[in-house]
């Protein structure tokens, strides 16, 4: 009972030590790469032991906020919703069904991406994208190639969205919408249908873009997506 609760209270205090670095790191205008001081000058300035830090560490470290390396300091890392990611993954893991979920959300997160791309895109985006689309006219029938094409594309417009969060919601993302493309792609293919449509689709998108057409640009992405959702529903289909 004792040693459990000893393991309790520094529990309590790796957490309280975690949010004291996170603001340190946020008063210091850190960023990725950058240095935090060694886990000996952390003890000492919080009046906690190095095992403290060191567990602060961990769960700073499985949050995405840090990168810890073996013989060497800590280094702020690049924000990633970690825990977000692991959600996704599992759920779609866990339930088939919830592909079906996964599409709607897309419906409500990237048809508002392509509005605001629409106004904030510059001209290397639009030929950024228009590169990959190229690559996806001589690409053919290569499954894996045109998932990562499919990818890329979707997420460079709303990377032009400049909104950090849903970046951020779309790149936690990548492995269920990885497989949700390859699905998709192997149900056109079983259905003896081609990826014409979704290629005119994108560079329908592209014109919208270009255009600097808020609504437009919503209403082409919200139109590709509700086929997707369609194909994945089988609707129209005996």
Known sequence: METDSL????????????????????????????????????????????????????????????????????????????????????????????????VEMRLALETKAAGLAATRITDEELEGLRTLLQAADEVGDDLHRRVELDLAFHLGIVKAARNRFFTAVLEALSDVLATEREKGKELTEFLGETHAESDAEHKALLLGLGTRDAALAEQQMRAHLERVQRTFRGDGLE
């Open 7 to 102: 393991l309790r209270g520094r529990a309590l205090l790796g957490t309280r030590v975690a949010a004291l670095i996170t603001g340190f790191i946020r008063q210091q205008g850190l960023r990725e790469g950058d240095e935090l001081p060694s886990e000996a000058k952390l003890a000492e300035e919080y009046g906690v032991s190095q095992r403290v830090v060191r567990d602060a560490f961990r769960s700073l470290s499985q949050q995405g906020v840090i990168r810890t390396r073996q013989g060497k300091r800590a280094v702020v890392s690049e924000l990633r919703p970690v825990a977000v990611h692991s959600y996704f993954r599992l759920a779609m893991e866990a339930d088939g069904s919830a592909i079906d979920e996964l």
